[in-house]
């Protein structure tokens, strides 16, 4: 069986991750197969919109095959790695600008990758059971995939919480982020997803979308924008510890178990993001922090206590925050001459798509 499906009904065209034993997560091929068939489709005037969802229960998502970039960072030159973040970015580039309606069923679990295969989406549905996460900083990696160029658009500082925490969130709190666009009860998914067949995006929306349940982030807003507005993670951690409380403890606790490192350079990430405007230029800068990750020893270090020992003691080098340096961090950041992702020069030529 492959690990993605595609198929046809009526005026909608599908894609089914098919991994349901890991959660769907990505592969190099699945990425590849995805964007020939999003080409197929683009020019397929029988093809009015697009749906991605995942096989099975547990979600639509979990991420990338960190164990493959795992072994390529710890065996191999990064040269696997390299090639599947390139391919990978640019297709989720190409979902941002799809000609067509792309409906992502964020359901379950979206973490990492299936971030980037979902909500850089024109239509984003979210569940009650949605679990929505970029937990990237936990394995020594920083957000990609777009996620800081995202996470950077949501209100205040919510989305450098997320960024540097992990944390997942919800169907409310996805949509107050940005990250999501409507809400419809589980048990109305497939009900939706065949109304595609026959019916505009608008009007089968019109049929299932409802109120979600109330999230949890508008109550922390107060904090989590005075806290996380601070210049560094250092001071951010002390506003935490100051804040008082259990939720603004709890946070600073869970940001001092992550990778200093990948905290330092996931700040500068959002706070760079802000500053370069369209994904695509973000997408570049992120491929550069991606292939520097791979030369450091916290990525390999965090997929092995998370994922492959699962003994949830990474020993992180350097293990401390005051021993990560500004020239430490910068240096995720330095420029790759021929190596650079170079999708900035299709976004300063190419409009946005409206459908």
Sequence with gaps: MSDVLFRTSGRAAHIVLNRPRALNALTHEMVLRIDAKLTEWE??????????????????????????????????????????????????????????????????????????VSAHGSVRIVTERSRIAMPETGIGFVPDVGGTYLLALAPGELGTRLALTGAPIGAADALLCGLADQYIPSA???????????????EALGRHVQ????????????????????????????RLLAQGGPAAEQTAETLLLKSPTALKVTLAAMRGARRLGPLERVLDQEYRVSLACLRGPDLVEG??????????????SPATLVEVTEADVERFFAPLGERELGLAAAADTTEEVAW
């Design 188 to 202: 109305s998914l497939q009900p939706f997803v065949d109304d595609l067949a026959g019916l505009p995006v608008r």
């Design 43 to 116: 020019h397929d005037p029988a093809v009015e919109t697009v749906v991605i969802t995942g096989e099975g229960e547990r979600g639509l998502c979990a991420g990338g095959d960190i164990r493959a970039i795992h072994d390529d960072a710890r065996d191999g030159d990064g040269s696997a790695s390299a090639a599947f973040w390139r391919d990978e970015y640019r297709l989720n580039a190409r979902i941002a600008r799809y000609p067509k309606p792309y409906v992502a069923v964020m359901d379950g679990i979206v973490m990492g990758g299936g971030v980037g």
């Design 303 to 316: 997929v092995r206590a998370q994922v492959i020992d699962k003994d949830r003691d990474p020993r992180w």
């Design 211 to 238: 109120e979600p349940p109330p999230g949890e982030l508008p109550g922390d807003r107060a904090w989590i924008d005075a806290c996380f507005s601070a210049d560094t993670v250092e001071e951010i951690v002390q």
